[in-house]
Nanobody, 115 residues
Framework: QVQLVESGGGLVQAGGSLRLSCAAA????????MGWYRQAPGNQRDMVAR???????NYADSVKGRFTISRDNAKNTVYLQMNSLKPEDTAVYYC?????????WGKGTLVTVSS
């Protein structure tokens, strides 16, 4: 069983910033691609940002230039720095890790952006 624990969500005004964290109880953490996804009410779960073991990243077009994904392999943690937040960023944000062809999920953390 892969355990992922997200933190850092909350309520923020439009234009503000939040940093999400995801701690992963896996080893070796550095070997596995990780990602952040989000799901707004009534919508499907969409990819926000992904980072592979070598550090390469890719982002959804809607967050490019505003969000940054990073990882600290010494702490088994992946981060999502979110700047210039918009009301449409409101969603439950999920951390995910890819191991052996399987995708595992955390329980999610709620981000609410008020206008």
């Amino acid at each position: 069983q892969v355990q992922l624990v997200e933190s850092g969500g909350g309520l923020v005004q439009a234009g503000g910033s939040l940093r999400l964290s995801c701690a992963a109880a896996v080893s070796p953490f550095s070997s596995y691609p990780m990602g952040w996804y989000r799901q707004a009410p009534g919508n499907q779960r969409d990819m926000v940002a992904r980072i592979i073991s070598g550090g390469s990243t890719n982002y959804a077009d809607s967050v490019k230039g505003r969000f940054t994904i990073s990882r600290d392999n010494a702490k088994n943690t992946v981060y999502l720095q979110m700047n210039s937040l918009k009301p449409e960023d409101t969603a439950v944000y999920y951390c995910s890790i890819f191991i052996g062809g399987m995708q595992y999920w955390g329980k999610g953390t709620l981000v609410t952006v008020s206008s």
